[in-house]
């Protein structure tokens, strides 16, 4: 069952199963099964993953090459610090490649610690938290095109980054096989830009810390909102974040706020986030709360986590089925208050929200 391979327990069977251990093997699995007119869904952590209760009617490819190498390449200018190429194959777990990059001395993802999933799936997802993305380390992606079966390089700019999205995302022709990461060789992280990561150390926003004291503090503030993987834990049972932070125009912001206040108070503080495109990023979990779904809500199997209103979890027994009600019913209840569709953050397979 594929269940097993999910961070929210969910999911069927699957019509084949195989696992690639190299990325000779993920590139040969993938053409074989396209050579065969095969439907196929390659399968990380399944952390950000939402699988049809039929399973998938076609070939499943576990993703579980594990090569890492680092390659000094010059100095940064502006730091004064080396320059570290970080090559990881898609199946690499990404906590602990995070952990060691910590260990090494070496920043730029320090602030993505504690999230669950393999290499594969950050630059599909342009995973990021706490102020950093990983479109910022990215240099490279290779990747196999299903379209001309050839291995392919891409660059930063070529895989078309934007807010938990990316070129990759919504689409299959590319497949994910070896990830390349600039960062640099330096004792402190990279500037602090999240105002809670700031406020937990007691540091002002853009001052630098220790890289084991960054990955500490994120660390515990994921914990805190069940967002580490704890198998004791039924509100980790989830796929981290369900919905994205909506992003808003200055004239649909101006319409939110107004509405807003009216189901609120005037005085209400509403929290929003300007971009560099002239647009406002909302906060999704302030939205489901203030729409009435607060944490642990749910009657069914499928539940609110009771640490953070954004994850969606199955404390035991739930099917995908009841997940997606809830989801439906949550975004339903914030775009009837507030006027805001949310849109969800994982993948679907053999489902839509």
């Not at 696992?19 to 439907?39: I, P, S, W, Y």
């Not at 009617?57 to 730091?79: M, R």
């Not at 342009?126 to 990983?134: H, I, P, S, T």
């Not at 339903?332 to 489902?351: I, K, Q, S, T, Y």
Request: glycine share 12%; net charge negative; aromatic share 6%.
């Amino acid at each position: 069952m594929l269940a097993d391979h999910t961070t929210l327990g969910l999911g069927g069977p699957a019509k084949a199963f195989h696992t690639a251990t190299t990325t000779d093997d993920l590139v040969r699995l993938v053409t074989d099964a396209d050579r065969a007119g095969e439907r196929v869904l390659v399968l990380g952590g399944g952390s950000n993953l939402v699988i049809a209760d039929d399973g998938f009617p076609g070939t499943v490819i576990l993703v579980a090459s594990s090569g890492v190498t680092l390659t000094e390449t010059g100095t940064d200018p502006e730091t004064g610090e080396d320059v570290v190429l970080l090559r990881a194959d898609a199946g690499v777990e990404w906590d602990p490649l995070v952990e060691r990059t910590v260990a090494e001395g070496l920043n730029g993802i320090e602030f993505l610690s504690g999230i669950p999933g393999r290499v594969g799936s950050t630059p599909i997802q342009n995973v990021g938290a706490y102020g950093q993305d990983v479109a910022q380390t990215i240099r490279e992606v290779l990747v196999l095109d299903r379209a001309t079966g050839e291995l392919v390089t891409m660059s930063n700019a070529d895989c078309g980054f934007t807010y938990r999205d990316s070129v990759f995302k919504g689409g299959d022709r590319h497949v994910v096989c070896e990830v390349v990461f600039e960062l640099r060789r330096g004792p402190l992280s990279r500037p602090v830009r999240y105002a809670e990561v700031a406020r937990t150390m007691g540091v002002d926003a853009g001052e630098r810390v220790a890289l084991e004291k960054a990955r500490e503090v994120v660390l515990g503030l994921r914990a805190g909102k069940g967002m580490v993987l704890d198998p004791d834990d039924p509100d980790t049972r989830s796929a981290g974040s369900f919905f994205t932070n909506p992003i808003l125009s200055p004239v649909e912001y101006a319409a939110f706020r107004e509405r807003a206040a009216a189901r609120l108070g005037p005085d209400t503080a509403i929290p929003g986030h300007p971009d560099d495109q002239g647009n406002v990023k909302l906060s999704a979990a302030w939205l489901i709360d203030r729409a009435g779904f607060t944490k642990g809500y749910g009657d069914g199997p499928a539940r609110i986590s009771g640490k953070h209103t954004l994850a969606l979890t199955n404390p035991g027994g739930a099917a995908t089925a009841d997940l997606l009600d809830l989801a439906r019913e949550v975004r339903a209840g914030v775009e009837d208050a507030f006027g805001v569709r949310l849109v969800n953050e994982p993948v679907m397979v053999g489902v839509c929200l």
